[in-house]
């Protein structure tokens, strides 16, 4: 399953919200994932199963969509948010990762 | 708390082999699956492997399969991955990562990663 991701770069400023989408070439279902990373950093869960807040994310992360469309929101972009970000599904082997989402400072 | 240190990296040439392993510390090792997923210089991440917690099944990436080989020693609290016939596009950071426990069944800890570098 191919997963894309659009933008590939999102130039925001801080208090803005950002929305990046992942669409998968098939059904995933709910069985999507996104992590952020950080330069330098290894990739740390954000959402999993769509829209679902891993421990210790902040509220302003949030997931929705199923089957083949999928969003990250992120309500009010705070200087730590300016990452890159992955989806991932895990309804068909091999698993899979997006291209990835770059939210710059603007 | 829960930590992963991937080591074994390094220089290797094509067509050869390399094997990287992952010490796990802070949680119950045996009841976990584990995955490596790796990151070529300046790229995204590519799934590269999955073991379940017992050792009993394994998946691989498309372009990896044959070729690389998952494995763990749960006595240990080691992951392993051996990597045969090695291509310049293998050259990547390689990161193990722990699977979730249901319901959140993706990589909620990862380690910070070993650089394989496959040149002649």
């Known amino acids: 399953i191919v997963l894309t991701q659009s933008p590939a770069t999102l130039s925001l400023s801080p208090g803005e919200r950002a929305t990046l989408s992942c669409r998968a070439s098939h059904s995933v279902s709910i069985y999507l994932a996104w992590y952020q990373q950080r330069p330098g950093q290894a990739p740390r869960l954000l959402i999993y199963?769509?829209?679902n807040r891993a421990t210790g994310i902040p509220a302003r992360f949030s997931g929705s969509g199923s089957g083949t469309d999928f969003i990250l929101t992120i309500s009010s972009l705070e200087p730590e948010d300016f990452a890159v970000y992955y989806c991932?599904?895990?309804?068909?082997?091999?698993?899979?990762f997006g291209g990835g989402t770059k939210v710059e400072i603007k | 708390q829960v930590q992963l240190v991937e080591s074994g990296g390094g220089v290797v040439q094509p067509g050869r082999s390399l094997r990287l392993s992952c010490a796990a510390s802070g949680f119950t090792f045996s009841a976990y699956g584990m995955h490596w997923v790796r990151q070529a210089p300046g790229k995204g991440l590519e799934w590269v492997a999955i073991i379940w917690y017992d050792g009993s099944k394994t998946f691989y990436g498309d372009s990896v399969e044959g070729r690389f080989t998952i494995s763990r020693d749960n006595s240990k609290n080691t992951l392993s991955l051996q990597m045969n016939s090695l291509r310049a596009e293998d050259t990547a950071l390689y990161y193990c990562?722990?699977?979730?426990?249901?319901?959140?069944?993706?990589?909620?800890?990862w380690g910070q990663g070993t650089l394989v570098t496959v040149s002649s």
């Open positions: 199963d769509a829209s």
């Open positions: 990562a722990r699977e979730g426990s249901d319901p959140i069944k993706y990589s909620d800890y």
């Open positions: 991932q599904q895990r309804s068909n082997w091999p698993l899979t």
